[in-house]
Protein backbone atom coordinates (compact mmCIF):
# COMPACT_ATOMS: atom_id res chain seq x y z
CA UNK A 1 0.00 0.00 0.00
CA UNK A 2 0.89 3.08 -0.51
CA UNK A 3 1.13 6.11 1.96
CA UNK A 4 -0.13 9.63 1.25
CA UNK A 5 1.13 12.89 2.01
CA UNK A 6 -0.68 15.09 4.31
CA UNK A 7 -0.98 17.78 2.15
CA UNK A 8 -3.29 15.40 -0.56
CA UNK A 9 -5.90 14.75 1.43
CA UNK A 10 -9.06 16.28 0.42
CA UNK A 11 -12.44 17.14 2.77
CA UNK A 12 -14.70 13.63 2.24
CA UNK A 13 -11.14 11.15 1.86
CA UNK A 14 -11.61 8.06 3.85
CA UNK A 15 -8.07 7.14 5.42
CA UNK A 16 -6.92 5.14 7.41
CA UNK A 17 -3.93 4.17 9.88
CA UNK A 18 -1.99 0.68 10.96
CA UNK A 19 -1.92 -0.34 14.28
CA UNK A 20 -0.85 -3.08 15.78
CA UNK A 21 2.33 -3.99 13.60
CA UNK A 22 -0.17 -3.78 10.72
CA UNK A 23 -3.06 -6.46 12.56
CA UNK A 24 -5.63 -4.20 11.68
CA UNK A 25 -6.17 -0.33 11.03
CA UNK A 26 -8.06 2.54 12.24
CA UNK A 27 -10.07 4.55 9.06
CA UNK A 28 -11.81 7.65 9.63
CA UNK A 29 -12.94 10.38 8.00
CA UNK A 30 -10.86 13.74 6.69
CA UNK A 31 -12.91 16.27 6.45
CA UNK A 32 -10.18 19.10 5.97
CA UNK A 33 -8.35 21.49 8.39
CA UNK A 34 -6.01 18.79 9.42
CA UNK A 35 -9.18 17.16 11.32
CA UNK A 36 -10.74 13.64 11.15
CA UNK A 37 -13.91 12.27 12.38
CA UNK A 38 -13.67 8.36 13.41
CA UNK A 39 -15.44 5.90 15.81
CA UNK A 40 -13.25 4.87 18.34
CA UNK A 41 -13.30 2.30 21.12
CA UNK A 42 -12.25 1.28 24.30
CA UNK A 43 -9.49 2.63 24.78
CA UNK A 44 -6.43 1.07 26.89
CA UNK A 45 -5.28 4.78 27.55
CA UNK A 46 -7.46 6.46 29.79
CA UNK A 47 -5.10 8.72 31.67
CA UNK A 48 -3.43 10.16 29.02
CA UNK A 49 -3.79 14.19 29.12
CA UNK A 50 -5.92 15.82 26.19
CA UNK A 51 -4.16 16.69 23.18
CA UNK A 52 -2.90 19.91 22.91
CA UNK A 53 -3.83 20.95 19.44
CA UNK A 54 -7.76 19.24 19.16
CA UNK A 55 -8.22 18.84 22.71
CA UNK A 56 -9.27 15.04 22.49
CA UNK A 57 -8.88 12.59 25.57
CA UNK A 58 -8.74 8.75 24.42
CA UNK A 59 -12.63 7.60 24.98
CA UNK A 60 -15.06 5.50 23.47
CA UNK A 61 -17.84 7.18 20.66
CA UNK A 62 -17.42 9.33 17.74
CA UNK A 63 -15.15 11.99 17.40
CA UNK A 64 -13.96 15.02 15.78
CA UNK A 65 -9.72 14.77 16.09
CA UNK A 66 -7.04 16.56 14.86
CA UNK A 67 -4.88 14.28 12.12
CA UNK A 68 -1.74 13.68 14.66
CA UNK A 69 -4.09 12.05 17.48
CA UNK A 70 -5.96 9.66 14.90
CA UNK A 71 -2.74 8.80 13.03
CA UNK A 72 -0.69 8.19 16.58
CA UNK A 73 2.43 8.31 14.96
CA UNK A 74 1.52 5.56 12.59
CA UNK A 75 1.39 5.57 8.43
CA UNK A 76 -1.31 6.93 6.52
CA UNK A 77 -3.43 5.76 4.17
CA UNK A 78 -6.21 6.58 1.32
CA UNK A 79 -8.77 4.06 1.16
CA UNK A 80 -10.26 3.25 -2.79
CA UNK A 81 -13.42 2.58 -3.60
CA UNK A 82 -15.00 1.50 -7.45
CA UNK A 83 -12.19 -0.23 -7.60
CA UNK A 84 -12.27 -3.46 -9.63
CA UNK A 85 -13.38 -6.99 -8.28
CA UNK A 86 -10.08 -8.23 -9.72
CA UNK A 87 -7.97 -5.92 -8.07
CA UNK A 88 -10.31 -6.20 -4.63
CA UNK A 89 -9.05 -9.71 -4.84
CA UNK A 90 -4.87 -8.93 -4.64
CA UNK A 91 -5.85 -5.75 -2.56
CA UNK A 92 -4.99 -6.00 1.63
CA UNK A 93 -8.62 -6.71 3.17
CA UNK A 94 -9.63 -2.95 4.74
CA UNK A 95 -8.34 -0.85 1.98
CA UNK A 96 -10.36 -1.22 -0.57
CA UNK A 97 -14.23 -1.69 -1.87
CA UNK A 98 -15.89 -1.74 -5.27
CA UNK A 99 -18.55 -0.11 -4.22
CA UNK A 100 -19.12 3.77 -5.68
CA UNK A 101 -18.99 6.63 -3.29
CA UNK A 102 -21.27 9.64 -2.49
CA UNK A 103 -19.96 13.22 -3.38
CA UNK A 104 -17.37 14.61 -0.78
CA UNK A 105 -19.57 17.48 0.86
CA UNK A 106 -22.18 14.14 1.42
CA UNK A 107 -19.79 12.85 2.95
CA UNK A 108 -18.28 15.28 5.43
CA UNK A 109 -22.26 15.94 6.25
CA UNK A 110 -22.84 12.23 7.07
CA UNK A 111 -19.98 12.12 9.13
CA UNK A 112 -20.48 15.87 10.97
CA UNK A 113 -24.66 14.74 11.43
CA UNK A 114 -23.45 11.30 13.13
CA UNK A 115 -21.19 13.06 15.22
CA UNK A 116 -23.34 15.54 16.69
CA UNK A 117 -26.08 13.16 16.94
CA UNK A 118 -23.47 9.90 18.11
CA UNK A 119 -25.59 7.92 16.15
CA UNK A 120 -23.91 4.58 14.66
CA UNK A 121 -24.47 2.64 17.70
CA UNK A 122 -21.93 1.36 20.07
CA UNK A 123 -18.16 0.07 19.02
CA UNK A 124 -18.03 -3.47 18.65
CA UNK A 125 -14.51 -4.49 17.54
CA UNK A 126 -15.80 -6.78 14.78
CA UNK A 127 -19.32 -5.87 13.73
CA UNK A 128 -19.48 -1.83 14.28
CA UNK A 129 -16.01 -0.50 14.05
CA UNK A 130 -14.50 2.42 12.45
CA UNK A 131 -13.94 0.99 9.13
CA UNK A 132 -17.99 0.45 9.29
CA UNK A 133 -18.32 3.81 10.07
CA UNK A 134 -16.17 5.11 7.20
CA UNK A 135 -17.78 2.96 4.57
CA UNK A 136 -21.04 3.86 5.49
CA UNK A 137 -20.74 7.76 5.07
CA UNK A 138 -19.01 7.15 2.32
CA UNK A 139 -21.44 5.02 0.67
CA UNK A 140 -24.54 4.66 2.38
CA UNK A 141 -23.88 0.92 3.34
CA UNK A 142 -22.18 -0.31 7.20
CA UNK A 143 -18.89 -2.75 5.71
CA UNK A 144 -15.44 -3.77 7.20
CA UNK A 145 -13.70 -5.25 4.31
CA UNK A 146 -11.21 -6.32 7.55
CA UNK A 147 -13.76 -7.78 9.38
CA UNK A 148 -15.18 -9.97 6.22
CA UNK A 149 -11.74 -11.23 5.45
CA UNK A 150 -11.65 -12.98 8.61
CA UNK A 151 -14.70 -14.93 7.57
CA UNK A 152 -13.11 -15.86 4.53
CA UNK A 153 -12.39 -13.14 1.48
CA UNK A 154 -14.67 -13.10 -1.42
CA UNK A 155 -18.54 -13.85 -1.27
CA UNK A 156 -17.99 -16.75 1.42
CA UNK A 157 -16.49 -13.54 3.61
CA UNK A 158 -18.87 -11.20 3.08
CA UNK A 159 -22.03 -13.24 3.56
CA UNK A 160 -20.18 -14.78 6.81
CA UNK A 161 -19.96 -10.76 7.86
CA UNK A 162 -23.33 -9.89 6.91
CA UNK A 163 -24.91 -12.81 8.70
CA UNK A 164 -23.12 -12.43 11.52
CA UNK A 165 -24.09 -8.86 11.73
CA UNK A 166 -27.63 -9.33 11.16
CA UNK A 167 -27.39 -11.33 14.20
CA UNK A 168 -25.35 -9.01 16.39
CA UNK A 169 -27.96 -6.24 15.34
CA UNK A 170 -31.34 -8.14 16.18
CA UNK A 171 -30.15 -8.54 19.24
CA UNK A 172 -28.37 -5.22 20.27
CA UNK A 173 -31.43 -3.39 19.16
Given at each position: ????????????D????????R??Y????????D???????P?????????KK???????G??????????????????????S?????????????????????E???T???L??????????????N????????????????????????N??G?????????V?Q????
Open positions: MKTVRRDDLMPGHIFSNRALLYHHGIYVGDMVIHLMGSKVYNKAACCGFKPQSIFKTCLDCFLEGHSLYRYKYDVYLKLLFKRSGSCSIWECKPAKVVEAHGLKDQSFGSYNFLLNCEDFAVYCKTGMAMSNQTAGWFGFLVSIGYHATKGYAFAD
